[in-house]
């Protein structure tokens, strides 16, 4: 049986891959996201609980990079939409270290994915945030686009200058926010999840072919140029059990192995 939460987070930290996002959750909270610097580092949102006085916190989530087509799928931005839906407000995080052009231009992808997901997401309370206040260019980017946005906030994750400023802004933001709306539910679905994460079968080619929700995702957000990236992907694929499965199965050096479109030589 799957439940699906109306309510994730009370607010969503949004923006493109490298933005700043999970750099800014490691510091509000006890959350310890993966922060590197190559795209799509975080594959899973990631929560945190944010305190903001003795009183009063809030929960947070970092929701993986988006990225331009992510509404269609791109990235497996549909499956991170959805929990853009489930917060009272959002913080949206863009990268003080690009140029205006570029700032403008990545402000423009997430709201048009947020837009044409479900319109109801571009009016949600915002706040917009220039990140890496430390580095001299990304003051200049706030001086800069001060005037197109009043509101605009700046923070140094590094020197922690700003953070307090949107914390209280954030909480004040989530306080007038509305509840998210409860709509009709059809009748309850029973569906039984597999218990492995995934399934391997072997085609008439000869080549295995690797299934399953956490699988894909994980190809889909692994960047394999990156060293790095690929170590990663080859650790969470032995700590699920792919490469024990494969070796059960026959699997020899040479062998191709297919992950959705993904094709990969087994060593």
Known sequence: MRLELRLLADAGI??????????????????????????FTTIEPQLGVVRVSDEESFVAVDVPGLIEGAHEGAGLGDQFLRHVERTRALVHVLDGAKSVDEILHDKEIIENELRAWNPALVEKPTLVVISKLDLPDARLRMEE?????????????????GIADLLYATAQTIREAPLPALADQPPAHIELVPKNAFEIERDEEGTFVITGARVERLAAMTNFESDEGLARFERILAKLGVEKRLRA???????????????????
């Open 249 to 267: 199965m026959g699997a020899v050096d040479g062998d191709s192995v297919r992950i959705a479109d993904f094709e990969f030589t087994y060593s």
């Open 14 to 39: 949004v923006g493109v891959p490298n933005a700043g996002k999970s750099t800014l959750l490691s510091v509000i909270s006890a959350a310890r996201p993966k922060i590197a610097d190559y795209p």
């Open 145 to 161: 686009l001060a005037s197109r946005f009043p509101d605009l906030r700046g923070i140094s994750a590094a020197t922690g200058a």
